[in-house]
DNA sequence: CATGAATGAGTGTTCATTCAT
DNA sequence: GATGAATGAACACTCATTCAT
């Protein structure tokens, strides 16, 4: 180190900030590519093209192929997350709440599709770990609709369900859009998706005298 | 050779049912393979092994390695759909004709929960007649099952739902028995996941005035 | 053996003209293949079908694919051979004969220009014995111009050049019209490159006495 | 490094050097195993192996096995052209620069006698374009050749031969040293080779005027 | 920190050859 | 004689990974 005038915490953290760029901008090329793509007909060469710098670079930020797919996948569903969190917003409502985490699901889905089948494509060449890992994560990122509905329930707005079951239907749905984007894509707009599969959960759950209060959510189902 | 006065079309039969027999195998070998570790993860020769031939056969067989997975996978839903088919059966009632196809769509998976998963895996690699042929085969699958909601809605047994968007929902909430498993594996059984599920989505059709006729099928949602 | 009636040694007969036919049908169907694409690019499944027969077949008359591709070659060399001797006749003047000789390989070799080349391009990949085998046979097909040049030097016609030199520079001209047929064949017709160098070689020994004689064969050099 | 302080430039002229001591490596490596076994014969690996380096390098310098194939003809034929431009120097005398160039043409392949018969076997196995560069290059070599002869005739000092036959015949003389050195070998020296082909070719064409100026190459035909 | 030349094990695929029928 | 299914060694080529600079 020939800079010694730099306090070391200072320099540390700038090395720090540098090194999230880095590994952004690492992660940012892979998953554009992994996505397209798929992992396995993605070199390492390619992703080093891709983020504009060398193939040994890559492994200073990340263990190897597998990491990077893993880190790839994480840092996927941790941007899922985020959205979805900021897109519930602080609605009161435990049933607009649902209705709104769903919408949100829903957006983050279409607006990355690619990415949203990684996770699907592609768990099945990480170790355990990364897939526990994967697992966990999944499981925080329903998190919000669980409490919506496990609300929903305890202020009997909706039927006593099997709040899992039920959450897991509408993270499903969300993802079918992607799953299955070459059958709905031609076939009906995503709002109207999202609108169709908010009345059917709810339709389905709502207890006879609720039903009246969410009308605008239910729409022809009303 | 039982007899030389053999009729040559009988020779031509029992050569075929050899060769039929023979791309049984093959199939067999490289779908228990690649649904475990994915395509790119299962070599020609490990199917070879697993078949117990040699890896040039697989070439007389199968154009290649992408012919032999876009093989195996029309393989898996081909039988997916006869027996999707088989337990329909010939129930007269569209409603619990829905029932039956939803439930048989679900213990077909159920039963070969890692062969529905290699659609979802590896149909990225396929080239694009073969993503085409998938997504014929899989709209056939889906037939029965938009037949029957047709008709339970043509008989004014449910509310005027989109019919497309209600059935693939049915069909993603099957798979989704396989593609979430480590999910719901250890927190429901099979049966219950069915029965909720079909409680769930007929009760968010069916008219009010023919519930009564179904709580049978709606369980504690009745 | 079913018919009994044949006697051996006519049976024998007609067994050694069948394998003959064989022989030369799978000769033809690979000399066929292999001048136009090349012995290494040529399957014995490519030369099996070429010849409407099965792969197996093609063992039981040929040791192997290099016992195959030196059978072609000597029966490629065999047939020049057949047709130079032809071409001369029973010219009885030595120096005609020459002309006769050399204009007998310089049309045997345009009419199989493909063929002709097959010795220089596969020798190379025969064993020592097959080579030599080939030599013994291009120095057979060399001798009517060997013995053509030797009579025309002790009757004193020509110069006393050395006469293996002077007679492989005839057939090596013979074969440049194959060699080098991207060159000459568009800039010059068959039978002009054949007088041009008939000139130039008698042009070169003739005996000044002797020039007139052979005007004719002389053309514009005379 | 000898100095931190080299320019850009030289630092590019520096690997520039590197790569191309390498791929001269690897050309001298194939050209030596493809010239004594035919490049069907030679393996990559053995390519490697030979250069001492792995397979994976040689696909950086290359782009396969048929692009090394090429590149060994070119550099070979450019050798040669190099050789035989050297070999002419600066002979003002347009007959004695056609001996000389022939003399080139004979020395050199003499020299590189495996090398020179690539091109006769495997330019068969070279895509269009390479073939094409081939006969330029070819024509190239030849140029020196064609550009004395012609000289030659316009100085009236030969007689008006076809300029383009009578260089080929030349050149496939030269040539022919190569094609033909199991007879030519043990039979004659590669000197009265040149020698005795200087002659009659020469005796071919020289005006009976100008023969006793050139004596000295007619030899015995003189 | 950053490069990219170098490695070598591993892949899909071909094909000469054999042999049961 | 004739077939063609079956073999398995060999090939060209790729690519994750390392390391000297």
Not at 48 to 55: F, I, L, Q, R, Y
Not at 92 to 99: F, H, M, W
Not at 132 to 141: D, G, K, S, Y
Not at 201 to 205: E, F
């Given at each position: 180190?020939r800079?010694?005038?730099?306090?070391?915490?200072a320099?540390e953290?700038?090395?720090?900030a540098?090194?999230?760029?880095?590994?952004?901008?690492?992660?940012?090329?892979?998953?554009r590519l992994?996505?397209?793509?798929?992992?396995?007909?993605v070199?390492?060469?390619?992703?080093?093209?891709?983020?504009?710098?060398?193939?040994?670079l890559?492994?200073?930020?990340?263990?190897?192929?597998?990491?990077?797919?893993q880190a790839?996948?994480?840092?996927?569903?941790?941007?899922?997350?985020?959205?979805?969190t900021e897109?519930i917003?602080?609605e009161?409502?435990?049933?607009?709440?649902?209705?709104a985490?769903?919408?949100?699901?829903?957006?983050?889905?279409?607006?990355?599709?690619?990415?949203?089948l990684?996770?699907?494509?592609?768990?099945?060449?990480?170790?355990?770990a990364?897939r526990?890992?994967?697992?966990?994560?999944?499981?925080?990122?329903a998190q919000?609709?669980v409490?919506a509905?496990?609300?929903?329930?305890?202020?009997?707005?909706?039927?006593?369900?099997?709040?899992?079951?039920?959450?897991?239907?509408?993270?499903?749905?969300?993802?079918?859009?992607?799953?299955?984007?070459?059958?709905?894509?031609?076939?009906?707009?995503?709002?109207?998706?999202?609108a169709?599969?908010?009345?059917l959960?709810?339709?389905?759950?709502l207890?006879?005298?609720?039903?009246?209060?969410y009308?605008?959510?239910?729409?022809?189902?009303?």
């Open positions: 180190m800079s010694t005038a730099v306090a070391p915490d320099a953290a700038a090395q720090g540098r090194t999230g760029a880095r590994r952004r901008q690492l992660l940012t090329a892979a998953a992994m996505a397209e793509h798929g992992s396995p007909n070199s390492m060469q390619a992703v080093a093209d891709e983020a504009g710098v060398s193939v040994g890559i492994y200073r930020y990340f263990g190897g192929k597998q990491d990077l797919l790839v996948i994480v840092s996927v569903l941790e941007s899922f997350a985020a959205r979805v897109a917003g602080d009161p409502d435990p049933v607009r709440r649902i209705a985490a769903f919408a949100g699901y829903c957006d983050v889905i279409a607006d990355e599709r690619e990415a949203a990684l996770a699907y494509r592609e768990s099945k060449s990480l170790d355990p990364g526990h890992a994967l697992m966990e994560l999944e499981i925080q990122t919000p609709l409490a509905v496990t609300d929903a329930v305890d202020a009997g707005l909706i039927r006593a369900v099997n709040v899992p079951v039920f959450a897991y239907q509408l993270l499903m749905t969300a993802h079918s859009w992607a799953l299955k984007h070459w059958y709905f894509g031609t076939r009906i707009a995503h709002a109207d998706f999202v169709d599969h908010t009345a959960a709810l339709s389905a759950v207890r006879p005298e609720t039903r009246d209060r009308a605008d959510l239910l729409g022809s189902l009303a």
